[in-house]
């Protein structure tokens, strides 16, 4: 691969933040450029970034895509109205339910995901704000893993020889591209991020629908986000890496009041990695094994199957999908 990696020993954040600066201003010129900030670490880098290259040149975008975790996009948007970035909520729930519609197949979601993104709503806002690029934080791990063939992640696109320009009608300007995570995060920390932002679990493109086996409704979102929800709440003390729900397709045979009930099976995974390219289950306690499976049966309506993933990365991945 021809992209050079910074790593976390090379990097010296201040220098990197500047000539990041410098570099959007060169390329960006006296033109506007577009982002959506998902409120992952690498989107607000670049959020930060781009506005200081930019000010109000730059406008950012949430997109509520309807797949993204519980009261996400108001805390996002409000976070950064505090920092002094001004973020315009944007609802494409229609459009990206509809492309997932009837997809099962994990390369035909994401695919649909891709496409949602970049041809129907960046194209869309592209169009509507007259920008001629779209900032976008594409991390090192992100490229490898796809160029590897491992997983196409969502927002790999140039380096699949796609030109985003004759595709899409805009250029994607990436300037994390060189760090892998925990270099992200200091980059987050210098530019005077909240801890909150920097220190935040990985949270894929794809969102929920990433954690949601076979096809993406809105009913099986809510599941998936109910269940997210109990998840992040009981091991955010744990210091792991990243932890998830997921809901699996099939159905399994349970009981609840004497009765026969048919109903969801969700599986938990709780990662140790300092990279996501590897990754071990985390040894959790049994007793908060046995709190998740209590509330997620409980709590989550139709869901009568908990289960905790026990595999390493590789040959597990960190996400189901
Ligand atoms: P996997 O599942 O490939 O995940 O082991 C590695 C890391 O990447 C995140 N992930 C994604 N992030 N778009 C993203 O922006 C994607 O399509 C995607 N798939 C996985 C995942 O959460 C983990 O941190």
Not at 7 to 22: G, N, S, W
Not at 207 to 215: D, N, S
Not at 221 to 239: C, D, M, N, P, Q
Not at 250 to 259: F, H, P, Y
Request: glycine share 8%; hydrophobic share 40%.
């Amino acid at each position: 691969m021809a992209l050079k990696e910074i790593t976390l020993e090379e990097l010296q954040p201040e220098q990197f933040i500047a000539e990041q600066v410098e570099a959007i201003r060169s390329i960006v010129g006296s033109s506007t450029a577009i982002n959506a900030l998902s409120g992952g670490v690498d989107s607000s880098v670049v959020t930060l970034l781009g506005h200081r290259a930019l000010g109000d040149r730059l406008k950012t975008y949430f997109i509520e895509n309807g797949i993204m975790r519980q009261g996400e996009p108001e805390y996002i948007v409000s976070l950064f109205t505090k920092l002094g970035i001004p973020v315009e909520l944007f609802d494409a729930r229609a459009q990206f339910f509809g492309a997932l519609k009837g997809l099962t197949e994990p390369e035909e979601k994401r695919e649909a995901i891709t496409q949602t993104f970049y041809k129907q709503v960046f194209g869309a806002l592209v169009k509507e704000s007259g920008a001629k690029y779209l900032l976008q934080g594409t991390n090192y791990t992100d490229v490898e893993e796809t160029v590897a063939g491992v997983k196409r992640q969502h927002n790999i696109l140039e380096q699949l020889g796609i030109d985003t320009e004759a595709a899409f009608g805009y250029k994607v300007i990436e300037p994390v591209i060189q760090l892998r995570k925990p270099a992200v995060r200091l980059v987050g920390k210098a530019l005077g991020l909240p801890e909150a932002i920097y220190n935040r679990p990985p949270f894929p493109g794809p969102a929920l629908a990433a954690r949601v086996i076979g096809e993406v409704t809105p009913d099986r979102i809510a599941v998936v986000r109910e269940a997210t929800e109990i998840v992040e709440h009981e091991l955010k003390t744990t210091g792991a890496f990243q932890y998830l729900a997921i809901l699996h397709a099939d159905k399994v045979t349970g009981v609840r009041a004497g009765k026969r009930d048919y109903g969801l099976q969700v599986e938990v995974r709780c990662w140790e990695s300092s990279d996501a390219q590897t990754g071990q289950p985390t040894r959790l306690p049994y007793e908060t094994l046995e709190r998740l499976a209590d509330r997620i049966t409980s709590e989550v309506s139709g869901v009568v199957s908990v289960t905790y993933n026990i595999t390493r990365k590789p040959p597990s991945t960190i996400e189901a999908v």
